[in-house]
């Protein structure tokens, strides 16, 4: 069986790499109205321990993650990940 990686995406939250299907900024307007609508649905985990979200990561299961780093913070790590 394949090991799973993970991405450590702050305060020591891990996602799953392989599950990751986009890292992106909270910034405009559609990935708010996303987020608002993963709250909704109950779909949105908030790893951001109370600090301003920088980045969305979106899963392949619908899971939207909310992380305190910057996307390409959490870019780089999924490099690094692929790398080694």
Same mark, same amino acid.
């Given at each position: 069986m394949k090991a799973l990686k993970t991405v450590n995406i702050g305060f020591g939250n891990v996602v799953i790499a392989q599950r990751i299907v986009a890292v992106i900024s909270p910034d405009s307007a559609p990935v708010k109205r996303m987020v608002q609508d993963? /709250? &909704?649905?109950? $779909?949105?985990? *908030?790893? $951001?321990?109370g600090r301003k979200t920088k980045a969305v990561i979106v899963t392949d299961s619908g899971h939207t993650v @909310?992380?305190? @780093? @910057?996307? &390409? $913070? =959490? !870019? !780089? /790590? =999924? !490099?690094? *990940? *692929? !790398? &080694?």
């Open positions: 993963a /709250r &909704e649905n109950g $779909t949105v985990i *908030d790893a $951001t321990y @909310l992380s305190a @780093l @910057l996307p &390409e $913070t =959490i !870019s !780089s /790590r =999924i !490099s690094q *990940d *692929d !790398s &080694e």
